[in-house]
């Protein structure tokens, strides 16, 4: 489809470019997972789990006022098309405020106000379902589906098998300085494998799924289009890209009631923050109360509490349950595949596509072509979430 070639579209194109060029800098990921948590963790055990770690981080490398400023000064009046117009004003609002939370890296309450911000708190709601996961008893931990066997550069076999599916090329590199156990580097296409960790069948089957058939598939999708919002991410996009890559593991069958629960202990872990709790009291009532082993519960409380208070993992668990309820409604998964894009948008994004600005997803999700999932505990509870 062309793209009309007037002058307000002329308009939009280059404001759309230009704030392509200021955020391809701000990757928040890549600024706020601490470059020294394996040797924190060791002083944090043998402290008895009291002192809290001291954790460093990457340093900034942009001028962060400079980028505010001309964020601020494009000229988005020119958009005349007001529906178009909006989401540009909310783009802008959305990107200022991660740079305000990447400038406060480390900065206690400053950097926590401005996560609460961009990201929001759990509700009552949220924990309230997060409790209920928490009451429903694990697979059996035992089983050889999650044993650890497979080094990081081993499980990147298993990644470059599943890719095959799809028709482009990431980079896949290795880190011991992030806390997830892998993680999709959207501007620069790269998977990063954590090298510190020993990968179990499940745990592969679950990250070639939400890793590869979602967030890769919406980085390469993404970049398709004549705008490129659609690459660097509509406003609050975390949810619903968390939603459909959880989602992906659900169709494929690999979603068990750990996962969920794992999921359930981040909600606990970021209301905890709320609450005002320090790094070891939501460490230990992890441990604790929870019972669960103490390196799951430090990587939890890290992913919570680094930088100063990181309330974005409770969107995994909301996100899912939206897109879950999308999918149950019988909507088009694939529009949500289209780029970074944010479920509550489903009506501008199709408008663009009408408009020519915008194409359909060309890499869909091989999870989401039949519902593989046969496990009846983790329906029951999908559904039973409010």
Do not use: W
């Amino acid at each position: 489809m062309k793209v009309e070639n007037n002058v307000a579209t002329t308009a939009l194109l280059d404001i759309d470019k230009s704030i392509d060029a200021l955020v391809k800098q701000i990757e928040l990921l890549s600024y706020v997972n601490p470059i020294n948590i394996e040797e924190e963790k060791e002083r944090f055990f043998s402290s008895k789990y009291l002192k809290a770690p001291i954790f460093k981080y990457p340093n900034i490398n942009f001028d962060k006022f400079k980028l505010h400023r001309k964020l601020f000064t494009q000229p988005i009046e020119l958009i005349e098309d007001s529906e178009i117009k909006n989401l540009y004003e909310d783009i802008i609002y959305a990107y200022s405020g991660l740079i305000q939370c990447i400038e406060t890296i480390g900065d206690g309450k400053k950097f926590y106000y401005n996560c609460l911000h961009c990201f929001g708190t759990p509700t009552e709601k949220d924990v309230e379902n997060a409790k209920f996961i928490l009451h429903f008893d694990d697979e059996d931990k035992n089983a050889s589906k999650f044993q650890p066997k497979y080094s990081a550069l081993e499980s990147e076999e298993f990644f470059k098998q599943f890719s095959k599916n799809y028709e482009f090329n990431y980079a896949i590199k290795h880190s011991d300085k992030i806390s997830a156990i892998a993680m999709v580097l959207n501007s620069i296409k790269t998977l990063v494998l954590n090298s510190n960790h020993t990968f179990s069948d499940n745990e592969i089957a679950v990250l070639t799924n939400h890793e590869i058939g979602v967030h890769m598939v919406t980085t390469m999708n993404g970049m398709l289009h004549p705008l490129k919002i659609f690459s660097h991410g509509f406003p609050n996009n975390e949810e619903t890209q968390e939603g459909l890559a959880v989602f992906a593991e659900y169709m494929s069958n690999n979603l068990t009631v750990n996962r969920l629960k794992e999921l359930a202990y981040r909600v606990m872990a970021v209301d905890s923050l709320a609450k005002g709790y320090s790094f070891s009291r939501t460490f230990r009532m992890l441990h604790n109360q929870y019972d669960l082993d103490r390196e799951e519960a430090f990587y939890i409380t890290v992913r919570a509490h680094r930088g100063g208070g990181f309330t974005k993992d409770y969107l995994y668990l909301t996100g899912l349950k939206k897109v879950y309820d999308y999918y149950q409604e019988g909507k088009d998964l694939s529009l949500l595949l289209t780029g970074k894009v944010t479920l509550e948008y489903a009506g501008e994004i199709h408008a663009l596509i009408k408009k020519g600005l915008a194409v359909p997803a060309k890499h869909i999700t091989d999870a989401y072509a039949e519902n593989k999932n046969t496990n009846r505990k983790v329906d029951f509870i999908l559904r039973s979430l409010k």
